[in-house]
């Protein structure tokens, strides 16, 4: 929820969260510089925002999308929007997952933004080839209230599934940020799904995990 250097309290909990998950893959949305998980991790994160961008202010250190991997980073990909969508191959011990970390209209589901963001970000997934995870504030609640419409649910679900991609937190109620990743990778695996909301206060966004054990 767009921490800042001024934000130190919910920094604070922010910083355990991730420790105490002690994920070995984690992708932040409307993130900072100043949130980070630890040395022993490699990260990547799209461009910091100016000051002024997209019609909003934003303050020092600000990006909207990290990821950060206790694997070594393979190939870094293009994307349509390199402030907002960052790209990248993980070599992870189970082969290579190209990680495509998004927020899918920066402003809502709602507008010309989601729609601008939707249609290219499929475009980008679109070109990538290998197994891929789809991660970040898809700003689509595939359970409970439909939002932001039935229509748009109905082309995500079909597009991720004309890539062969299982949305794995497609049932969480009116949870609108998603783990997913290549039914391929995916063969032979137990998957269990985790979400932890916490104090409307300190985020509108929950942490939400997968845990795959080959």
């Known amino acids: 929820m767009r921490p800042t250097a001024g934000t130190l309290s919910r920094n604070k909990i922010f910083l355990d969260a991730l420790k105490n998950c002690n994920a070995d893959i984690l992708v932040l949305t409307e993130t900072n510089s100043i949130i980070s998980p630890g040395a022993e991790y490699f990260s990547r994160s799209t ?6 961008f997209d019609k909003l202010t934003y303050s020092k250190g600000e990006n909207r999308t ?7 980073f393979g190939r870094n990909f293009k994307t349509y929007d390199e402030y907002t969508s960052v ?8 082969g290579p997952l190209i990680f495509y970390a998004t927020i899918i209209g ?5 507008g010309e933004r989601f729609v601008q ?17 789809v991660v970040g504030d898809f700003n689509i609640s595939f359970s409970g209230y439909p ?12 597009f991720f599934e004309s890539q062969a991609i299982e949305i794995l937190t497609k049932q969480l109620l009116d949870c609108p940020d998603h783990i997913s990743i290549s039914k391929n990778y995916l ?5 269990k799904i985790v979400e932890n909301k916490v104090e409307k206060k300190i985020s509108d966004h929950a942490l939400v995990m997968v845990d795959v054990a080959f």
Do not use: M, R, W
């Open 47 to 52: 461009q910091e925002l100016p000051k002024q």
């Open 117 to 133: 963001d939707f249609e290219s970000q499929k475009n980008d997934i679109n070109q990538l080839t290998g197994d891929i995870c």
């Open 187 to 191: 063969q032979n695996c137990e998957i």
């Open 106 to 110: 920066v402003t809502g589901g709602k």
């Open 87 to 94: 790209c990248s191959e993980i070599i992870t011990p189970h």
């Open 147 to 158: 939002y932001p419409s039935g229509d748009i649910i109905t082309q995500a679900n079909n």
């Open 66 to 72: 990290s990821i950060f991997s206790k694997f070594p």
